[in-house]
């Protein structure tokens, strides 16, 4: 891999499908040049988000996954690719011929800490979170050579390197920002609390009284894979679930909640969950759990003990571990020099563009967090770039 430039026109962190679709649309077009253009990432591989999921969780188990722009020139499609495979995997091996395929050259692992201003310019501050070369104390080599050896990544404290752009696309998603909403006892409780972000598989959980915090696609998945393996299964659920009498969500037909997020971005407000907006489709499977009674939320437990979590009218369910399925929220951190953020609490954003900073673009931000909506956010900002560029 060639070394990341010093100066660009267009910077995107985030390799994910919504950086991979402005990527396209500028690359594929040649609206900007090689050298002008450079795409960070900090995970080890293609893939985005999904290839930290869970190795349980198929394509299609919930949502449409859509297809990237161009993809269909590669001959892929998540329509047609293998169910039987993992989703991490299928995803990661489409991504990654399609970095190939139109020459994107993504830069990882390179975790992008702090974007600041510097005159017209913005600054990206960066560390290479790859294995290290270093160079031992001692000479080892039969002639006396130094050898060179490889340590664990880490996280260094200072930032490794940076470069200055002149805009920035911001496609860091959601999965970095995982959210647990505070409950009375949180810290008191001796068992395990696992976020989605770090759910492995159900073996993790097996013989254990276990409790599943969350009102969408993710705590239901669980529930179903924890059905045989857990001693004790409790399914809580903040609000009361909205089932649809659909078998497939088309994020794109759930107007009313991709309308609610919009209103929310362009606002400068906290985004709302898409899920209170979008309701539940019922898959054959997840129709049939609830049919045999698996999939009945009880409301919301009001406190944490150290062994259980207890309702407001003094029941309680025993818990070894408590899995928050609830949800994410932006991946921002790195921009708090630029203060995007508002009093409400989020970033204002319309048409994927930040309204304070016009060198800032957010792709897949609110209204486009889903596949399709991350795809026209590609779109969409490579037009509003190449028009100021
Ligand atoms: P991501 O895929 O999260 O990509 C962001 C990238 O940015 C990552 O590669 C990350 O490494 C990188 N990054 C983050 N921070 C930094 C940083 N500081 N420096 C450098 N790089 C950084 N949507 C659907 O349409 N259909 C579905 O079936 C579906 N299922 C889902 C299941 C789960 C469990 C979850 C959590 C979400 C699901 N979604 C689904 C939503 C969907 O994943 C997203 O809308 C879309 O894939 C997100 O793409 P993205 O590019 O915005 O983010």
């Known amino acids: 891999m060639e070394s990341i430039p010093e100066r660009v026109k267009v910077a995107v962190i985030g390799a994910g499908q919504a950086g991979l679709s402005v990527a396209f649309y ?93 005159g017209v310019d913005l600054r990206i501050e960066y560390g290479d979170l790859a294995p290290q070369p270093v160079e031992e104390e001692k000479s080892r080599g039969f002639f006396g050579r130094r050898r060179k050896t ?91 679930i909205d089932w649809l009498d659909r078998q497939e969500l088309d994020l794109e037909g759930a107007s009313a909640a991709v309308a609610k997020q919009d209103e929310a971005a362009r606002a400068g407000r906290a985004l709302p969950s898409i899920v209170s907006g979008t309701g539940v489709p019922k898959s054959r499977r997840i129709a049939a759990g609830i049919e045999r009674g698996l999939l009945v939320a009880k409301p919301m437990f009001e406190h944490i003990e150290a062994d259980r979590v207890v309702w407001s009218d003094g029941s309680s369910a025993r818990a070894d571990a408590i899995i928050w399925a609830t949800g994410f929220r932006p991946e921002l951190r790195h921009l708090a020099p630029l ?38 956010a590609g779109r969409m900002i490579a037009r509003q770039i190449m028009a100021m560029i």
């Open 26 to 118: 500028l690359r594929r077009f040649e609206l900007v040049a090689d050298e002008d253009f450079v795409m960070l990432d900090r995970a080890p591989g293609p893939g985005g988000a999904w290839q930290h999921r869970w190795s349980s969780l198929r394509l299609g188990t919930a949502h449409k996954v859509n297809d990237l722009p161009g993809m269909a020139e590669l001959g892929l499609s998540f329509e047609t690719a293998d169910r039987s495979l993992p989703a991490k995997e299928v995803v990661a091996d489409y991504y990654g011929r399609f970095e190939q395929h139109y020459d994107l050259r993504v830069h990882r692992p390179i975790d992008v800490r702090r974007v600041a201003n510097d």
């Open 150 to 240: 490889f340590r664990e990544p880490e996280r260094p404290e200072t930032p490794v390197g940076e470069l200055r752009t002149q805009f920035l696309v911001n496609a860091t998603g959601t999965w970095g920002s995982p959210f647990v909403p505070y409950y009375p006892g949180m810290g008191d409780f001796r068992g395990r609390h696992v976020h989605t972000s770090d759910y492995v598989d159900a073996e993790a959980f097996r013989d254990q009284h276990v409790v599943v915090v969350g009102g969408g696609t993710s705590a239901i998945g669980f529930m179903l894979e924890l059905e045989d393996v857990a001693a004790e299964l409790t399914w809580v659920s903040r609000r009361p």
């Open 339 to 376: 203060k995007l953020r508002e009093k409400a609490g989020g970033v204002t954003v319309g048409q994927g563009a930040s309204w304070n900073d016009p060198r800032v673009f957010l792709a897949g931000y609110g209204p486009q967090a889903s596949t399709i909506g991350a795809n026209r």
